[in-house]
């Protein structure tokens, strides 16, 4: 999964000149981490589009918690617009996009259970993701699968070779992730839902940004389907 042959060019985020929250985080270490979360409120999509110090980004998409965030925002995701909107011009390192996989066998009424999500991870991976994923055992299909662990350790891996973390997740178990990615001077995007997000992973991130805010610019156009080939006409 890790490319040893990548290299991290100047980052070009100054914290101390640019960095809107600094003295939000000074705070933390005086105790007074009210305050720390009044300033971390959703806001609009700006440090996305506007920023241009973001240097090089890599994308960290939890899978599982996307599609339920989506579920409650009643739209379906385009991928290849979230990628855009959450690259916004800036140079991609790597996307992930993180999710179980049913293992299931094949029954009467199931010939082929899970096609149609290979054939949707298929597309992913040809439209620009590394797919990572976890399988499930049918005695675990009522289990939301969680990659955390997978999610953490890609993270923290490579982070000396990017300058810009978007983690698409309201999981607070990756607070402690997060923070320790931010400790080396890296900047990190928390994107999702407000209501389905921890507030221990705002306090620790450099910018929150409401999936709400952002929902008409990712949500897939509903005459339009993902062109993936099903595992009868694929080679994988």
Request: aromatic share 8%; proline share 3%.
């Amino acid at each position: 999964m890790i490319n040893p042959s990548f290299t991290k060019g100047k980052n070009s985020y100054h914290h101390q000149a640019e960095e809107p929250n600094l003295s939000a985080k000074i705070q933390i270490k005086n105790g007074n981490k009210s305050e720390v979360s009044r300033q971390r409120e959703p806001r609009n999509d700006v440090s996305i589009t506007s920023d241009s110090n973001r240097g090089r980004v890599a994308i960290f998409i939890d899978g599982g918690n996307l599609f339920n965030a989506a579920l409650q925002l009643g739209i379906e995701i385009d991928y290849l617009k979230l990628l855009c909107r959450l690259t916004a011009g800036s140079r991609l390192l790597r996307a992930f996009f993180y999710t179980g996989v049913d293992i299931s066998r094949p029954t009467p009424t199931r010939q082929r259970s899970n096609e149609k999500q290979q054939g949707f991870l298929f597309w992913m991976r040809r439209n620009g993701y590394r797919v990572v994923t976890k399988e499930l055992q049918p005695t675990d299909n009522n289990k939301k699968p969680n990659l955390n662990v997978e999610i953490a350790v890609d993270m923290i891996t490579l982070a000396p070779y990017y300058d810009t973390a978007v983690l698409v997740s309201g999981d607070g178990d990756l607070a402690y992730a997060v923070n320790a990615v931010t400790s080396t001077g890296v900047r990190v995007e928390v994107v999702s839902l407000r209501t389905m997000t921890n507030d221990c992973l705002i306090d620790v991130a450099d910018c929150f940004i409401d999936l709400d805010s952002i929902k008409q610019y990712i949500q897939k156009d509903s005459h339009l389907g993902y062109g993936y080939r099903t595992l009868s006409n694929s080679n994988m």
